[in-house]
């Protein structure tokens, strides 16, 4: 396998990778979107809300509110040996939040949340909680778990993850005439027409949906789109939780470790046969 970073910022990732087939690729986007954990608000004691907005709402709105995880410090619940209900410094985070609105109708954002781990805090902190009128007051304790994205999706570490197959073009120079009709119709601009003759300008941005074939009014046609087989540009936008390349290196660690778990029950029920 291969592997080329085409684009990498905090949150975006997109990377080509040759010499798989498209089973491992989706089985990443899989354990990405689902295996990966990340920390999330799963426990909300209201003290005080005399706000118009019901205690299960903003339990709900809190548990949506990504937070950074550090994945070195903290074990799964399921993993940790305290194997109690409500946590241990281990396994969970608490979070507080203590706002009143003394002058006059306020928003309560996500960046009046108190973390007692300053690695472990809201994503951003303008995401909106709750509206308080004059006098009003909202007061809780909330603690954040390491969770799975397969149980709930406030556990994803990412907002987007897809991959699709590395176009393949190629336009017949015995056929073409170079009237240009297959370059107007494209919606991603990936073709160009250079002198007498068509060029392929950005085959990634490819789409693959042949109206540029169906516009080429040749008989055959003058050109061809399909794809590689083995070669995939695979993308992800995290939502901030962790780095684009972390959630990858989880993956891959995941994964790998699926994998040699089933090899060892196969082993095991063949040798039970024999
Ligand atoms: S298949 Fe679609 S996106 Fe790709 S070059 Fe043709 S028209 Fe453009
Ligand atoms: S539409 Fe067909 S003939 Fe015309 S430039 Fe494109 S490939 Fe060539
Ligand atoms: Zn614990």
């Known amino acids: 396998m291969e592997i080329k970073v085409l684009e990498k910022t905090d949150v975006n990732a997109r990377l080509l990778i040759q010499g798989v087939d498209v089973s491992y690729v989706n089985a990443l986007r899989r354990v990405i979107t689902s295996e990966v954990p990340c920390m999330a608000i799963d426990d909300v004691v209201i003290l005080e809300n005399s706000s118009i907005i019901q205690d299960e709402t903003i339990a709900?709105?809190?548990?949506?509110?990504?937070?950074?995880?550090?994945?070195?410090?903290?074990?799964?619940?399921?993993?940790?040996?305290?194997?109690?209900?409500?946590g241990c410094n281990l396994c969970r985070v608490t979070l507080t939040l203590d706002a009143q609105a003394k002058e006059g109708t306020r928003s309560v954002y996500s960046g009046e949340l108190i973390s007692e781990n300053k690695d472990v805090v809201p994503v951003s902190d303008k995401i909106p909680i709750a509206k308080l009128a004059k006098e009003q007051e909202l007061r809780l304790e909330a603690y954040a778990r390491l969770?799975?994205?397969?149980?709930?999706?406030?556990?994803?570490?990412?907002?987007?993850?897809?991959?699709?197959?590395?176009?393949?073009?190629?336009?017949?120079?015995?056929r073409c005439d170079a009237c240009g009709k297959c370059v107007e119709i494209c919606p991603r601009k990936v073709l160009t027409k250079a002198e007498n003759k068509i060029d392929v300008r950005d085959v990634m941005a490819c789409t693959i949906c042949q109206d540029c074939v169906q516009a080429c009014p040749q008989v055959p046609k003058a050109m061809e789109v399909g794809w590689e087989e083995r070669a995939f540009i695979f993308g992800l936008e995290s939502t901030g939780v962790l780095s684009p390349e972390r959630t990858i290196m989880e993956a891959v660690k995941i994964l790998d470790r699926q994998l040699k778990e089933f090899e060892s029950k196969v082993k095991v029920k063949k040798s039970e046969e024999s």
């Open 147 to 174: 969770g799975k994205g397969k149980n709930h999706a406030k556990w994803q570490p990412v907002s987007m993850c897809s991959y699709k197959y590395y176009p393949k073009i190629t336009v017949s120079s015995k």
């Open 60 to 86: 709900h709105r809190l548990g949506l509110v990504p937070l950074k995880t550090d994945l070195d410090s903290y074990n799964l619940p399921e993993d940790c040996q305290c194997k109690s209900e409500f």
